[in-house]
């Protein structure tokens, strides 16, 4: 009887074990290493996976967009918005290491490639723009609403594609 319950006990811890790997996050120590799957997903998991990115990186630029006119008609907190702004940096900053390290489906590449440059370049505009931010100058701040509004236009068309 007590093999049975040790049996048992060892199963269980097993499965426990089991059940808690499949939990983690795939990530690369830097995007330079590659891919970090063997196996590329589906079209449509592809897809879906895409178009959050997407979905994420037209939320945080139409925010600071948004910032930025009211940060220019001076009734939003300057330090407040850098702040913000460092930390909008960051997620795109991680949406690009997971757009680069994410092994596409067959014959999505090109997709792929628009996206990424496409998030490389939101990154680039909030940089810009929190630099923008740290001079307190209200022409560039606007221009750096004008380009947000811009790539969101453009991640907005990409996103399209896949609704068709």
């Known amino acids: 009887m007590k093999g049975i319950h040790k049996i048992g006990i060892f199963a269980g811890v097993v499965m426990i074990a089991c059940s808690c790997t499949g939990c983690v996050k795939i990530e690369s120590s830097s995007p330079e290493d590659g891919y970090n799957t063997d196996v590329a997903m589906s079209a449509v998991e592809y897809s879906i996976f895409l178009s959050k990115q997407i979905s994420v990186l037209e939320n945080v630029l139409m925010t600071r967009m948004s910032m930025a006119e009211m940060v220019v008609g001076s009734t939003y907190d300057n330090s407040v918005e850098i702040k913000n702004t460092e930390e909008?940096?960051?997620?795109?900053?991680?949406?690009?290491?997971?757009?680069?390290?994410?092994?596409?489906?067959?014959?999505?590449?090109?997709?792929?490639?628009n996206i990424l440059n496409l998030s490389e370049q939101a990154l680039d505009i909030l940089i810009d723009y929190r630099d923008?931010?740290?001079?307190?100058?209200?022409?560039?701040?606007?221009?750096?609403?004008?380009?947000?509004?811009?790539?969101?236009?453009?991640?907005?068309?990409?996103?399209?594609v896949y609704y068709q």
Do not use: H, W, Y
Not at 89 to 111: H, M
């Open 132 to 160: 923008n931010l740290k001079n307190n100058d209200s022409e560039a701040l606007k221009i750096s609403a004008t380009e947000m509004k811009n790539c969101m236009l453009a991640l907005s068309g990409e996103a399209n």
């Open 88 to 113: 909008a940096i960051s997620k795109v900053t991680a949406i690009n290491n997971e757009l680069f390290v994410t092994l596409p489906a067959e014959g999505l590449d090109t997709d792929r490639q």
